[in-house]
């Protein structure tokens, strides 16, 4: 938060914001340093040498300096994360060599900035990995209606989870039932998905309703008025039962064969 801050206030007064600078801390610390009083003292010290030794400084042979940065820069890298790499996984070391080389070969923003690129990549691919959708069997169920359990996110990069079951080939039933209860987060696109879902079963003849929907993700069904507008209120159940009991009510109401909201 310090840093931030300062990184805020430094531009008024000419500076340049930096990223977090651990050469303080990491010295401190291989001294026995174990507060943050430590680096406080540092930093004042260094103030002073530079407002009032900095003529006696000057004099300091830049070969010296030199060596002393080597040896302390060599000193902060853990360089034993090396020999550990083979314990993590392959994403883990693609970014870590890759910020590695990049910090050396050009400098530490550009590292930095691709660090967090890759971060997030792999981020998304592993998170939609852990995303899926399975046909779950009941019994009594009726024929045309088929019911899907859909564990995990359903973001931008894992919406094509969704899209088989508009395929004719992989679900030719007209009603769809989807258990929701497993899903921890949904953005637009997922919905988008949900509703391009809902049009097909439509489309067919049927309906999508969705059951047992985590909290979080009915606020935001809400929130985007994805259940008032686009689905239905009506579509929404607590449990299979009850989503059941909606299938059965409106085949006997024919309330399938009513038009529906685009």
């Known amino acids: 938060m310090a840093q931030g801050i300062a990184n805020i206030v430094v531009p008024f007064f000419g500076g340049i914001p ?11 610390i291989r001294a026995g340093a174990f507060s943050p009083i430590s680096g406080m003292v540092h930093a004042l010290v260094l103030l002073l040498i530079v407002l009032v030794a900095a003529p006696l400084a000057s004099h300091i042979p830049l070969a010296a300096l030199c060596a002393i940065l080597i040896i302390v820069a060599f000193n902060m890298g853990d360089w034993h994360a090396f020999y550990q790499m083979q314990r993590f996984p392959l994403h883990y070391r693609i970014i870590l060599l890759s910020t590695f080389f990049i910090t050396v070969i050009f400098d530490l923003t ?30 009594g169920l009726p024929d045309g209606i088929a019911c899907y359990r859909l564990r995990g996110s359903l973001f931008f990069g894992a919406v094509g989870k969704i899209e088989p079951l508009m395929d004719v080939r992989f679900n030719s039933a007209k009603t769809v039932l989807l258990d929701m209860h497993y899903v ?8 988008d998905a949900l509703a391009s879902l809902s049009k097909t079963m439509r489309k067919r003849g049927g309906d999508l309703i969705l059951f047992d929907l ?14 008032h507008d686009v ?24 309330l399938s064969a009513e038009p529906r909201m685009p």
């Open 18 to 28: 930096a990223t977090g600078a651990i050469a303080r801390t990491a010295t401190n």
């Open 214 to 227: 985590d909290e979080s993700v009915r606020q935001s069904m809400i929130r985007t008025g994805f259940i």
């Open 110 to 139: 550009l590292a930095v900035e691709v660090g967090l690129i890759l971060a997030s990549l792999f981020f998304i691919f592993r998170v939609s990995n852990l995303t899926r959708i399975e046909r779950v069997a009941h019994d």
């Open 184 to 191: 921890l987060d949904i953005d637009d696109t997922g919905l």
């Open 231 to 254: 689905i239905g209120e009506h579509y929404i159940a607590d449990d299979f039962p009850s989503a059941l009991a909606l299938v059965r009510s409106d085949s006997e109401a024919g």
